[in-house]
């Protein structure tokens, strides 16, 4: 019996963890290390980095300031309304990001139900740094909200009584006690979302193009290093995997056991 | 029941709320410095209550007066939590975890404006108050939860409120801490001198910290009244479990004869007529092996229900005729070997039987 059961749920658990790790290891195998170094200063490589670090940087800089407050607001409300909108801020979760490039450029595009206006004050944002920014935070700011509003919901109720009754407004309450309870769950939102936008490639293609300097991030770099320079490719891949793995360090211990 | 005339600088509140499956309706008073004990079984409506005042939860109709100020009439005022001078301990102390025990205390203050060093200073002071000096700089999780309650007392207390709302207020403790923690209460509460609201289901904590009782049971107050007149004339089944008095209705007349509403007679010397409550002391109750002779006249052949022992004495449920519970020494309990399931006889003197109107 023990054998039987050994191998219905080894086999297919094996073959799971391979399908996952053989593709790293030969990421890792395939590179050419003595030029690792070297092509990520390269005029590819050097540009996409510093604007994927800019860019997401910016993106976590945004889910932080709008993301808290919203996550305060859905942790709190028992409001019919509230349990709507959670539902639908889950969608850019699960939308093909293609599909979220395509929504973004009939937002904010020439033709776009906000870029119409925007055009007429000579404004632009498709094919700007500005759109990348926007792609990133599209896609990461439902990753931040859930995971913070999560932790937030964690918070006992009854703290809040007590403060009130000593003399605190809600806003006094928040700063002074829930944000300071609250700080591991900001912190393992923010890297969550940081990371998702890194790897962001699909609706920074299609709304913000791919405009080396200015909307080629590390992922577009690696899609376009493909095409004519393969160990390029594995350079930057193997940077963003580094980072990833740093990520995950840093997650550690909360999300990870 | 009797009403206190209002009280013009006390509490005076009628609350009526709903929360969960119970409709809560209750009406309380207290003078200036008065401590009123509110005690009732388990979702009865003691804690809605006590959340309303602190302005929690809203009333549906009723309200709240405290210091000639209105706090809450439904469609006229509400006032905040924050705006309202409560004090609130739980059970839980409920300290921030972030913030030292000086600065928990020192966060009412600093809320109600008082500057951080003014806020540590009277912080200071409230945790000396309740011998907690040494502890100032500690965390929460660092506390005994003698230590923890203690410092939610200081807190509660560091904004001088009008009201203390203490909920459970030793629940949460084992009992050796729990005796130490009364102590300390009872002696800071002396002290503070305003109002307080203590909501307990521990008759000891009631008797021994509170100047009037509130019994709510179901949403509603069944009987209020001090300490005294309640041990005297408790008038419901629960008030009566509370006391420890075995409780009946009845029907007396001019005679002595008390018929009982659940059948069953007793004879009394303090004859009350009409509808009336009968209570039987347990310590009077006189266990025998064979039938008593002499002057007791109210006997019974009841069965042992079940023997609970209390130090070196024990508590002897009995059925049958009537339904009463008895308190005999260690003694007895061996000599007549009393077992469960055993009959036995009870007598009662009739001068020890009690009547009065229901």
Redesign the interface.
């Known amino acids: 019996m023990r054998w039987r059961s050994r191998i219905v749920l080894g086999v297919p658990a094996a073959i799971g963890v391979l399908l996952l790790l053989v593709p790293l290891a030969a990421l890792l195998l395939r590179a050419d290390w003595t030029r690792v170094i070297p092509d990520l200063g390269s005029d590819i490589a050097g540009p996409a980095l510093r604007l994927s670090l800019l860019t997401t940087t910016t993106s976590a800089v945004l889910c932080l300031l709008l993301g808290t407050p919203l996550a305060w607001l859905l942790a709190r409300s028992e409001h019919p309304a509230m349990r709507w909108l959670r539902a639908l801020l889950t969608v850019p979760l699960v939308l093909p990001p293609v599909v979220g490039g395509v929504a973004l450029l009939m937002t904010w595009g020439r033709n776009g139900l906000i870029g119409q206006y925007l055009e007429g004050f000579g404004i632009q944002i498709t094919f700007t740094t500005v759109a990348v920014v926007l792609a990133e935070t599209f896609v990461s700011l439902p990753f931040y909200v859930l995971a913070v509003e999560g932790s937030m919901r964690g918070l006992?109720e009854?703290?809040e009584?007590?403060?009130?009754?000593?003399?605190?407004?809600d806003l006094?309450y928040l700063r002074?006690?829930a944000l300071?309870?609250v700080l591991p769950g900001i912190a393992s939102g923010l890297a969550l979302a940081w990371a998702r936008a890194l790897g962001e490639f699909g609706a920074t293609i299609t709304f913000a193009g791919n405009f080396p300097g200015r909307t080629q991030t590390a992922p577009l770099a690696v899609y376009v290093g493909l095409q004519h320079d393969l160990q390029i490719a594995i350079s930057i891949s193997i940077a963003l995997l580094a980072v990833s793995v740093i990520v995950l360090g840093l997650l550690r211990g909360r999300w990870i056991r | 029941m009797t009403h206190p005339p209002p009280a013009r600088h006390g509490l005076a509140a009628r609350i009526a709320l709903t929360r969960g499956r119970v409709a809560v309706d209750v009406g309380l008073r207290a003078e200036p410095g008065e401590i009123i004990g509110i005690l009732g079984p388990n979702g009865g409506g003691k804690t809605s209550a006590v959340?309303a005042l602190?302005?929690?939860l809203p009333l549906e109709s009723g309200h709240v007066r405290v210091g000639g100020e209105e706090w809450e009439v439904p469609g006229r005022t509400r006032l905040?939590?924050?705006a309202?001078h409560?004090?609130?301990m739980?059970a839980?102390p409920?300290l921030?975890?972030?913030?030292s025990a000086l600065d928990n205390v020192a966060?009412?203050p600093r809320?109600?404006g008082r500057a951080r060093v003014a806020a540590r200073e009277r912080a200071k002071t409230e945790l000396a108050s309740v011998g907690l000096t040494d502890h100032a700089a500690m965390k929460p999780r660092q506390l005994s939860s003698g230590q923890a309650a203690r410092v939610a007392l200081a807190?509660?207390l560091a904004?001088d409120?009008l009201l203390l709302?203490l909920d459970e207020p030793l629940a949460a403790l084992d009992p050796e801490t729990r005796a130490r923690t009364r102590s300390d209460l009872a002696a800071r509460l002396t002290a503070y001198g305003g109002m307080v609201v203590l909501v307990t289901h521990d008759p000891l904590d009631a008797l021994t910290l509170a100047d009037r009782l509130v019994f709510i049971e179901d949403g509603r107050v069944t009987q209020a009244g001090s300490p005294a007149e309640i041990l005297r004339e408790p008038r419901t089944p629960y008030v009566g479990t509370v006391v420890g008095l075995n409780l009946y209705a009845a029907q007396g007349d001019s005679r002595g004869h008390v018929a009982m509403e659940d059948g069953g007679a007793l004879v009394t010397t303090d004859a009350s007529e009409g509808r009336v409550w009968a209570t039987v002391p347990p310590s009077a109750v006189a266990l025998h092996r064979h039938a008593p002779e002499g002057s007791p006249r109210n006997n019974w052949r009841l069965r042992i229900t079940d023997v609970t022992l209390q130090g070196q004495s024990a508590r002897v449920g009995l059925s049958g005729e009537i339904i009463m519970t008895a308190e005999v020494t260690l003694a007895s309990v061996t000599a007549l070997g009393l077992l469960v399931g055993d009959e036995v006889w009870a007598s009662v003197k009739a001068t020890e039987v009690r009547t009065y109107p229901r």
Do not use: I
């Open positions: 006992d009854r703290l009584s007590v403060a009130r009754t000593l003399g605190a407004s006094r002074t006690v300071p309870l | 959340l602190a302005g929690v905040v939590p924050e309202r409560v004090g609130l739980l839980d409920l921030f975890p972030n913030l966060y009412g809320s109600r807190r509660a904004t409120p709302l």
